[in-house]
């Protein structure tokens, strides 16, 4: 991930891109509602964007065709769940394509269902599956970003098994392949990404409390912060 332009053949492209848009316009609404009812978060919606951007923009040689990178959706996705994340990436990865050559507009639908559809989605599940069972909430911060980063690379490996089967074993050989080429860049690469984006919500917390709270990042108990919370501010 990115998928280079002009890579996919047309059919999967289009496929791709129609699969991807009604992601990205049920995502566009709940930014516009978010907009609207709390001008205050644009900021922080701002932050989240561009450190989407960044960590995506970092990119190291992988498949032919493609790359590996950090994603930087996981934080997104936490801080305003997926839908919005799927605006921000899309936003993200068109202008990468045009002013970095880096994925493209043919593949855009491809490279937005895996980054900013699958990767938002498979990270905020394994957050909030975590903090039901009481996680501490860098943990689940830190397993949303792994989470993201590597299931965005397992759908990028899907994609392109799908449009580039083995000769001789077919989608399944194509999937190993490509699936293991990715593991030896991409699994370091989620782990970084995941201590990262503790960092930055260690930072978000102690700066940004009461805003974190309405999101419900940060949980309250009569009006209070819980105790893992008063301890990330404290660590």
């Known amino acids: 991930m990115h998928i280079a332009e002009g890579f996919l053949p047309p059919a999967h492209a289009i496929a791709w891109g129609v699969a991807s848009a009604p992601f990205v316009v049920h995502g566009v609404r709940s930014l516009t509602r978010e907009v609207r009812e709390h001008p205050e978060s644009t900021l922080l919606l701002g932050a989240s964007g561009a450190f989407t951007f960044v960590l995506s923009a970092l990119k190291l040689p992988s498949v032919t065709g493609s790359c590996s990178h950090p994603t930087g959706t996981g934080l997104g996705a ?124 260690r930072l978000l917390v102690q700066s940004s409390k009461g805003e974190l709270t309405r999101l419900g990042v940060l949980l309250t108990r009569s009006g209070k912060t819980t105790t893992d919370e008063q301890e990330a501010v404290a660590r």
């Not at 880096?102 to 855009?108: A, E, K, M, Q, S």
């Open 78 to 201: 936490v801080l305003f769940r997926p839908p919005i994340m799927a605006v921000l990436g899309t936003i993200t990865l068109l202008f990468q394509a045009l002013l970095l050559a880096h994925g493209g507009l043919t593949t855009l639908g491809a490279n937005v269902f895996s980054m900013a559809i699958v990767g938002p989605w498979a990270g905020y599940g394994v957050y909030r599956l975590l903090r039901r069972y009481d996680a501490p909430l860098m943990v689940a911060v830190f397993f949303a970003a792994f989470v993201a980063d590597l299931s965005t690379y397992c759908v990028t490996s899907v994609q392109l098994a799908l449009a580039f089967p083995d000769p001789s074993s077919g989608f399944t050989g194509a999937l190993g392949k490509f699936g293991s080429i990715f593991a030896v860049t991409q699994i370091p690469l989620a782990v970084s990404e995941g201590l990262l984006t503790v960092i930055v919500m």
